[in-house]
């Protein structure tokens, strides 16, 4: 393993300051995972980690498993791992817990550093898989630290709290983020309950409201029986009970029926014209033919 901090001052770095002081650098590489290690830094503990993760990757691949494509984003901020395709943070390892960065001089390809946990403090070793640059991406977190360590004499300590808190800031933007994605999928199951309770069960006849007119009225139908309907105060209307035998004007009067009416209820003269007009009228009816009678009272006959 090679020390990458180590590097001699006389020779130049690969990258100029401002690509990582106000920008980043990329690599694209494979993640064979993270480890915790039982000390911040060491060549021996690195090699334990990078065996111990290369034995869980080969186990993975056996049962079909492809090791995962991140990108590393370097600056003198950290180290970012994101996934390739999504973009998703999935790791943000400040400069300042980076404790110790090397690359493997008989695997061009492996790359580790160790950092510790800003949530339980321990120190995890994270191995990557970098196609044959592993010293280049070594020197390039080696170069942030030195651009950093300057910066920090030039600001005299006060850089290192801002980075604190802008660290804890894209933390808690990060939890707030994985809360909102949280609440839209259970808005998402709500919504899907709330439908599937509405829909009525299978074999099941819908029934259609009726529809009204502008007064709120149900529109006549001839063809169809009047339905009551529930007002709209949501009380039912009361029930119409009527003798069967019994009809109705307007008034609520009963209508007058001169055939129909009994001998006392009129005059004898009165009544004997009245009985007159019955029998020539089922008289007429007997014929066959139209029958008119003139009203004996009428002043006009």
């Known amino acids: 393993m090679n020390r990458a901090f180590n590097r001699k001052k006389d020779k130049s770095w690969m990258h100029t300051p401002e690509a990582l002081a106000k920008h980043y650098i990329p690599y694209n590489v494979k993640f064979l995972g993270n480890t915790e290690v039982e000390a911040p830094k060491g060549t021996e503990v690195v090699k334990d980690a990078v065996r111990k993760l290369k034995f869980q990757r080969h186990i993975k691949k056996s049962e079909g498993q492809k090791t995962p494509k991140v990108e590393l984003q370097i600056s003198i901020y950290g180290v970012k791992i994101l ?96 809360e909102n994605s949280e609440l839209k999928q259970q ?12 829909e009525p069960p299978a074999g099941s006849v819908s029934t259609k409201p009726l529809s009204t007119d502008v007064f709120d009225m149900v529109p006549f139908s001839p063809v169809t029986p009047l339905v009551p309907t529930v007002a709209s105060n949501g009380c039912p209307p009361p029930p119409t009970t009527l003798p069967p035998d019994i009809r109705k004007d307007l008034f609520g009067s009963e209508p007058f029926d001169p055939f129909t009416c009994g001998s006392a209820d009129f005059p004898p003269d009165i ?16 014929l066959g033919g139209a029958v008119f009678a003139l009203d004996p009272l009428d002043s006009r006959c």
């Open 187 to 198: 808005l998402q199951d709500l919504e899907e309950q709330l439908m599937i309770a509405h």
């Open 83 to 178: 996934d390739s395709k999504t973009k998703d943070v999935q790791h943000n390892c400040q400069l300042h817990r980076i404790s110790f960065c090397a690359d493997d001089k008989t695997d061009k390809r492996i790359f580790t550093f160790i950092c510790k946990d800003s949530e339980s403090n321990k120190h995890l070793c994270f191995v990557f898989d970098s196609e044959k640059c592993a010293e280049e991406i070594t020197l390039t977190i080696g170069q942030a630290f030195d651009l950093a360590y300057k910066k920090f004499l030039e600001s005299g300590g006060k850089d290192v709290e801002t980075r604190k808190q802008i660290g804890t800031l894209q933390k808690r933007i990060q939890e707030l983020e994985s």
């Open 271 to 286: 009544q004997s014209k009245l009985d007159e007009m019955q029998e020539g009228f089922k008289m007429g009816l007997t």
